[in-house]
Protein backbone atom coordinates (compact mmCIF):
# COMPACT_ATOMS: atom_id res chain seq x y z
CA UNK A 1 0.00 0.00 0.00
CA UNK A 2 2.89 2.27 0.97
CA UNK A 3 4.51 1.36 -2.24
CA UNK A 4 1.57 2.42 -4.57
CA UNK A 5 1.53 5.67 -2.44
CA UNK A 6 5.09 6.64 -2.97
CA UNK A 7 4.73 5.41 -6.99
CA UNK A 8 1.56 7.73 -7.08
CA UNK A 9 3.36 10.60 -5.61
CA UNK A 10 6.44 10.26 -7.99
CA UNK A 11 3.94 10.23 -10.79
CA UNK A 12 2.32 13.13 -10.11
CA UNK A 13 6.04 15.03 -9.51
CA UNK A 14 7.18 13.83 -12.63
CA UNK A 15 3.94 14.69 -14.52
CA UNK A 16 4.05 18.25 -12.72
CA UNK A 17 7.84 18.67 -13.69
CA UNK A 18 6.81 17.68 -16.96
CA UNK A 19 3.98 20.57 -16.72
CA UNK A 20 6.41 23.06 -15.57
CA UNK A 21 8.99 22.17 -18.59
CA UNK A 22 6.37 22.57 -20.95
CA UNK A 23 5.26 25.75 -19.89
CA UNK A 24 8.11 27.05 -19.41
CA UNK A 25 9.25 26.51 -22.79
CA UNK A 26 6.81 27.80 -23.87
CA UNK A 27 6.79 30.96 -22.45
CA UNK A 28 10.73 30.79 -23.74
CA UNK A 29 8.98 30.53 -27.25
CA UNK A 30 6.81 33.72 -26.74
CA UNK A 31 10.17 35.41 -25.73
CA UNK A 32 12.07 34.27 -28.19
CA UNK A 33 9.17 34.84 -30.94
CA UNK A 34 9.02 38.80 -29.47
CA UNK A 35 12.74 39.03 -29.95
CA UNK A 36 12.16 37.74 -33.59
CA UNK A 37 9.26 39.92 -34.64
CA UNK A 38 10.88 43.10 -33.27
CA UNK A 39 14.32 42.66 -35.10
CA UNK A 40 11.92 42.27 -38.60
CA UNK A 41 10.11 45.06 -37.70
CA UNK A 42 12.59 47.50 -36.73
CA UNK A 43 14.75 46.13 -39.88
CA UNK A 44 12.21 46.54 -41.68
CA UNK A 45 11.83 50.63 -40.08
CA UNK A 46 15.81 50.99 -40.25
CA UNK A 47 15.88 50.14 -43.85
CA UNK A 48 12.63 51.96 -45.54
CA UNK A 49 13.71 55.53 -43.19
CA UNK A 50 17.15 54.78 -44.38
CA UNK A 51 15.80 54.38 -48.20
CA UNK A 52 13.54 57.29 -47.79
CA UNK A 53 16.30 59.61 -46.45
CA UNK A 54 18.83 58.69 -49.54
CA UNK A 55 15.61 59.05 -51.83
CA UNK A 56 14.50 63.06 -50.15
CA UNK A 57 18.28 63.52 -50.33
CA UNK A 58 18.65 62.67 -53.92
CA UNK A 59 15.24 64.84 -54.95
CA UNK A 60 15.69 67.78 -52.72
CA UNK A 61 19.02 70.22 -53.07
CA UNK A 62 18.13 72.02 -50.07
CA UNK A 63 18.07 68.38 -48.11
CA UNK A 64 20.93 67.06 -49.64
CA UNK A 65 22.81 66.25 -46.19
CA UNK A 66 19.86 64.79 -44.62
CA UNK A 67 20.88 61.05 -46.05
CA UNK A 68 24.48 61.44 -45.01
CA UNK A 69 23.74 62.56 -41.27
CA UNK A 70 21.44 59.46 -41.44
CA UNK A 71 24.19 57.35 -42.30
CA UNK A 72 26.63 58.44 -40.07
CA UNK A 73 23.77 58.65 -37.08
CA UNK A 74 22.88 54.74 -37.75
CA UNK A 75 27.19 53.95 -38.08
CA UNK A 76 27.63 56.05 -34.36
CA UNK A 77 24.88 53.92 -33.03
CA UNK A 78 25.59 51.11 -33.86
CA UNK A 79 29.18 51.25 -32.96
CA UNK A 80 28.05 52.65 -29.40
CA UNK A 81 25.56 49.59 -29.15
CA UNK A 82 28.04 47.14 -29.61
CA UNK A 83 30.68 48.73 -27.41
CA UNK A 84 27.73 49.23 -24.85
CA UNK A 85 27.20 45.50 -25.29
CA UNK A 86 30.66 44.16 -25.39
CA UNK A 87 31.61 45.97 -22.53
CA UNK A 88 28.35 45.12 -20.35
CA UNK A 89 29.24 41.48 -21.26
CA UNK A 90 33.14 42.30 -20.07
CA UNK A 91 34.05 41.16 -23.42
CA UNK A 92 31.96 37.72 -22.90
CA UNK A 93 35.48 36.64 -20.72
CA UNK A 94 32.29 35.08 -18.42
CA UNK A 95 30.94 33.04 -21.06
CA UNK A 96 31.38 29.23 -21.12
CA UNK A 97 32.97 29.18 -17.17
CA UNK A 98 31.91 26.90 -15.18
CA UNK A 99 32.85 26.53 -11.25
CA UNK A 100 35.13 23.93 -12.18
CA UNK A 101 37.49 26.29 -13.73
CA UNK A 102 37.58 28.89 -10.92
CA UNK A 103 40.52 29.14 -8.60
CA UNK A 104 39.82 26.96 -5.99
CA UNK A 105 40.87 29.28 -3.33
CA UNK A 106 37.43 30.89 -3.74
CA UNK A 107 34.29 30.11 -2.03
CA UNK A 108 31.52 27.91 -3.70
CA UNK A 109 29.30 31.00 -2.68
CA UNK A 110 31.65 33.28 -4.71
CA UNK A 111 32.03 30.84 -7.30
CA UNK A 112 28.43 30.14 -7.95
CA UNK A 113 28.01 34.22 -8.17
CA UNK A 114 30.71 34.71 -10.43
CA UNK A 115 29.07 31.90 -12.93
CA UNK A 116 25.73 33.55 -12.51
CA UNK A 117 26.20 37.24 -13.19
CA UNK A 118 28.18 36.39 -16.04
CA UNK A 119 24.89 34.65 -17.31
CA UNK A 120 22.60 37.68 -15.64
CA UNK A 121 24.46 39.81 -17.69
CA UNK A 122 24.01 37.80 -21.12
CA UNK A 123 20.28 37.74 -20.17
CA UNK A 124 19.90 41.17 -19.55
CA UNK A 125 21.67 42.64 -22.51
CA UNK A 126 18.95 40.67 -25.30
CA UNK A 127 17.46 43.53 -25.80
CA UNK A 128 20.37 45.33 -27.02
CA UNK A 129 21.18 42.74 -29.50
CA UNK A 130 17.53 43.94 -31.11
CA UNK A 131 18.86 47.15 -32.20
CA UNK A 132 22.30 46.14 -33.41
CA UNK A 133 20.99 43.06 -35.93
CA UNK A 134 18.83 45.85 -37.19
CA UNK A 135 21.33 48.58 -37.37
CA UNK A 136 23.55 45.54 -38.73
CA UNK A 137 20.64 44.17 -41.25
CA UNK A 138 20.38 47.66 -42.79
CA UNK A 139 24.14 47.83 -43.71
CA UNK A 140 24.00 44.53 -45.21
CA UNK A 141 21.31 45.23 -47.34
CA UNK A 142 23.13 48.45 -48.56
CA UNK A 143 25.99 46.94 -49.48
CA UNK A 144 23.60 43.86 -51.19
CA UNK A 145 22.29 46.78 -53.11
CA UNK A 146 25.71 48.28 -54.02
CA UNK A 147 27.88 45.97 -55.15
CA UNK A 148 25.82 42.59 -55.35
CA UNK A 149 22.90 43.51 -57.67
CA UNK A 150 25.08 45.28 -60.24
CA UNK A 151 26.92 41.89 -60.44
CA UNK A 152 23.83 40.07 -60.89
CA UNK A 153 23.16 42.61 -63.48
CA UNK A 154 26.43 42.60 -65.14
CA UNK A 155 26.16 38.93 -65.40
CA UNK A 156 22.26 38.95 -66.88
CA UNK A 157 22.63 41.50 -69.46
Known amino acids: M ?19 IVESK ?3 DKRKLIYLFSTVGLSAFFCAFYY ?8 NSK ?5 PAVM ?17 NRGFSRKGITVD ?8 EKKLEFVESGRIRLERSKWLLVFIISLLFTFI ?17
Request: aromatic share 16%.
Open 141 to 157: AEAFALFVLPMIRGFLG
Open 72 to 88: FGYMAALTVLVLIYIIY
Open 26 to 28: KKL
Open 52 to 59: FSMELSSR
Open 101 to 108: MLPAEWSE
Open 2 to 20: ENEKKNNSAEENSVADSSD
Open 63 to 67: LYYFF
